[in-house]
């Protein structure tokens, strides 16, 4: 067996839902018939995280990002399949599972509303068992990080979301966690503490050698933190690797930019590559990746050039694209086996 | 298992159990905290509790001005009842109450996954995690009016009798408890269910009189279906002499029962609790 601390084979999770017609004979019906159908929020997802690792979980609403991340930290029972944290099986929900992980979901909160952020931590501390001198030093080292001090004498209700969020992390990582699962930890933040947040997860996964899953729907939390990806779509696995070779695969483009010195006097632009801006003096390319640096070389001896940029296109697009991609193929298998989504 | 073994576990058990305490102590302190940030509820809570013991003596009062007895209970032996009542209402309000409320709401926005993402027992979180300090003042009055009642019966209790008397109000808790643990367990398939603590609370108000006053078939219910009669007759019946053994043994038997079933319960909940908003 892999010894990576979490490895998860051919997990499944279906769920039976009842759909309503809308309005009151639509309620009155479903009372009386329910008509159930299955859907599969994880369907046949394999992969395995190496101790250290900050893998970033990617997918549209409802891709089973979330479903996922349940089922690994014990709260929902797959349907089939495994997972094994740390050895675990998470469902069984042991305390020595549950000692060394934590969950944070940016849209729930464990603080208590009308204490101070201190308060919960005591509750936690005395639940984890966290011996006075550990706790003492923990919290010394989160305060540090996440500069709580004047933060944790006040009333929960009277933070910013941004602050309450800095106090839900303290609240989850006081017992020191090997393995994190954080569910869109920077939702509804500004980018200063977007920031913020995004550098104190790489510094606790530098320090204690941490497991990361991350779900983000900024890219930018992503870019810093993931060196690999997991792509998942309507449940099902679409990439698992490094986040450049995921844009290099579905990008095979780079993005120049340039910015000239004069202004163009009728240069056939559209020679060097796809011309995706051209604005006053600077322009932007779409190049294919093998020309690259060809084109670059061409451009600045051909061009009167100031400034030369080469880059990746942003990542959003790149998953964007992934999506699509997705979609056209999930298309064009339900034209094929048509009836086999029906009530079951 | 031998003997080694079953000492290591009792051992462990001990652990267990102190941590528990400890838990218990931080969970109420923290309630307690919560709670003094709302002043006012203090004096509330407390005048209104005094109101409804008056109310409930002035009702009583109002049966035994037309005849001496009812049920085969004179005025006082019925304040004993009554006393114990408000001791029910006010740990109902105080311990159960609080936590069906946040477990409500837990199961309701999803925030009930952080206690089953934690190294404690979720039974013992969700219910008793939160406590209403304000409602203590019904127990401390329900527990007075009990005194005054016996000083006016002049009758002073034996040990026997008194031990019988805790015995058994600790049997009514464990019922008590048992509802209140079903009930928040169908927080999990229905979410709502402070109706149901509202049906309760109906059928509790039975309890403000001894069972013996109500037909046959209506105490047979309370006894048996509802035992209602085990948490202010019965305990009663203790102070007063008049306790048959046998119910005793029953109510230990229903109560024992009722742990064990809603132990069972629960835990098949948690494993069919699929969280909100996923």
């Known amino acids: 067996m892999s010894s990576a601390p979490i490895v998860v084979s051919n997990l499944k999770k279906y769920y039976q839902v009842h759909d309503k017609e809308p309005g009151f004979s639509g309620s009155l019906k479903s009372f009386?018939?329910?008509?159930?159908?299955?859907?599969?929020?994880?369907?046949?997802?394999?992969?395995?995280?190496?101790?250290?690792?900050?893998?970033?979980?990617?997918?549209?609403?409802?891709?089973?990002?979330?479903?996922?991340?349940?089922?690994?930290?014990?709260?929902?029972?797959?349907?089939s399949g495994t997972a094994r944290v740390l050895g675990f099986v998470p469902q069984t929900r042991r305390a020595e599972y549950l000692r060394q992980m934590t969950l944070v979901m940016g849209q729930k909160q464990q603080l208590t509303w009308d204490l101070p952020a201190i308060e919960t931590f005591l509750v936690n501390q005395a639940i984890y068992e966290i011996p006075d001198d550990q706790y003492a030093k923990m919290?010394?080292?989160?305060?540090?990080?996440?500069?709580?001090?004047?933060?944790?004498?006040?009333?929960?209700?009277?933070?910013?979301?941004?602050?309450?969020?800095?106090?839900?992390?303290?609240?989850?990582?006081?017992?020191q966690p090997q393995v994190l699962f954080l569910d869109e930890p920077t939702i509804g933040l500004d980018v200063t503490m977007q920031t913020k947040i995004r550098q104190f997860v790489g510094e606790y996964n530098r320090r204690y050698n941490a497991t990361v899953?991350?779900?983000?729907?900024?890219?930018?939390?992503?870019?810093?933190?993931?060196?690999?990806?997991?792509?998942?779509?309507?449940?099902?696995?679409?990439?698992?690797?490094?986040?450049?070779?995921?844009?290099?695969?579905?990008?095979?483009?780079?993005?120049?930019?340039?910015?000239?010195?004069?202004?163009?006097?009728?240069?056939?632009?559209?020679?060097?590559?796809?011309?995706?801006?051209?604005?006053?003096?600077?322009?932007?390319?779409?190049?294919?990746?093998?020309?690259?640096?060809?084109?670059?070389?061409?451009?600045?001896?051909?061009?009167?050039?100031?400034?030369?940029?080469?880059?990746?296109?942003?990542?959003?697009?790149?998953?964007?694209?992934?999506?699509?991609?997705?979609?056209?193929?999930?298309?064009?298998?339900?034209?094929?086996?048509?009836?086999?989504?029906?009530?079951? | 298992m031998d003997a080694r073994h079953s000492t290591i576990q009792r051992v462990w058990r001990v652990d267990k159990m102190i941590k528990h305490f400890k838990l218990l102590g931080i969970f109420w302190r923290f309630s307690i905290l919560a709670e003094l940030e709302y002043r006012v509820n203090f004096l509330t809570n407390a005048f209104m509790s005094i109101f409804w013991l008056v109310w409930g003596i002035a009702g009583a009062s109002i049966f035994f001005a037309q005849r001496d007895e009812?049920?085969?209970?004179?005025?006082?032996?019925?304040?004993?009842?009554?006393?114990?009542?408000?001791?029910?209402t006010g740990i109902m309000e105080a311990f159960f109450r609080p936590n069906i409320t946040s477990m409500i709401e837990a199961v309701r926005n999803g925030t009930f996954d952080f206690v089953l993402v934690k190294p404690v027992n979720s039974q013992f979180y969700a219910s008793f995690?939160?406590?209403?300090?304000?409602?203590?003042?019904?127990?401390?009055?329900?527990?007075?009016?009990?005194?005054?009642?016996?000083?006016?019966?002049q009758v002073v209790p034996t040990v026997q009798q008194y031990f019988a008397f805790f015995a058994l109000v600790l049997i009514a808790l464990v019922i008590v408890y048992c509802f209140w643990l079903a009930m928040m367990t169908m927080s999990f398939w229905f979410v709502k269910v402070d109706n149901l603590a509202e049906l309760f609370y109906s059928f509790y108000e039975a309890a403000r009189?001894?069972?013996?006053?109500?037909?046959?078939?209506?105490?047979?219910?309370?006894?048996?279906?509802?035992?209602?009669?085990?948490?202010?007759?019965v305990p009663a019946t203790a102070l007063i002499g008049s306790l048959e053994p046998i119910e005793m043994l029953f109510g230990l038997a229903i109560a024992l029962v009722l742990l064990f079933g809603t132990n069972r319960l629960w835990n098949f909940a948690i494993r069919s609790y699929a969280s909100a908003s996923s």
């Open chain 1, 32 to 79: 009386v018939n329910r008509k159930y159908r299955q859907v599969k929020a994880v369907d046949d997802i394999s992969f395995e995280i190496d101790a250290g690792e900050i893998v970033g979980f990617l997918g549209p609403n409802g891709a089973g990002k979330t479903t996922t991340l349940k089922m690994l930290s014990g709260l929902l029972h797959p349907t």
């Open chain 1, 139 to 175: 919290l010394d080292e989160l305060t540090e990080l996440l500069d709580l001090a004047p933060l944790l004498k006040k009333q929960v209700r009277k933070l910013s979301l941004g602050e309450r969020m800095k106090c839900e992390l303290a609240a989850a990582l006081l017992h």
């Open chain 1, 213 to 344: 899953i991350l779900t983000s729907h900024y890219m930018a939390d992503v870019t810093a933190l993931c060196k690999r990806v997991i792509v998942v779509d309507h449940g099902k696995l679409m990439y698992d690797g490094s986040l450049a070779e995921l844009s290099a695969r579905i990008a095979p483009h780079k993005l120049v930019r340039v910015e000239l010195s004069a202004p163009m006097n009728g240069h056939n632009l559209s020679a060097y590559g796809e011309v995706l801006k051209a604005k006053g003096q600077s322009v932007e390319f779409l190049v294919p990746r093998s020309k690259t640096s060809e084109t670059a070389s061409r451009i600045l001896s051909e061009l009167p050039v100031a400034d030369v940029t080469i880059e990746d296109p942003p990542i959003e697009d790149v998953i964007a694209r992934v999506f699509e991609q997705a979609a056209l193929a999930r298309q064009d298998r339900s034209e094929n086996d048509e009836d086999e989504s029906g009530d079951a």
């Open chain 2, 70 to 88: 009812i049920g085969g209970w004179t005025y006082y032996q019925v304040l004993i009842v009554l006393g114990l009542f408000s001791m029910f």
């Open chain 2, 129 to 153: 995690h939160s406590l209403t300090m304000w409602r203590l003042v019904d127990i401390l009055a329900g527990a007075g009016l009990i005194g005054y009642a016996l000083y006016k019966l």
């Open chain 2, 209 to 233: 009189f001894p069972v013996s006053v109500y037909g046959t078939w209506l105490r047979a219910i309370l006894t048996f279906v509802i035992p209602i009669a085990f948490i202010t007759t």
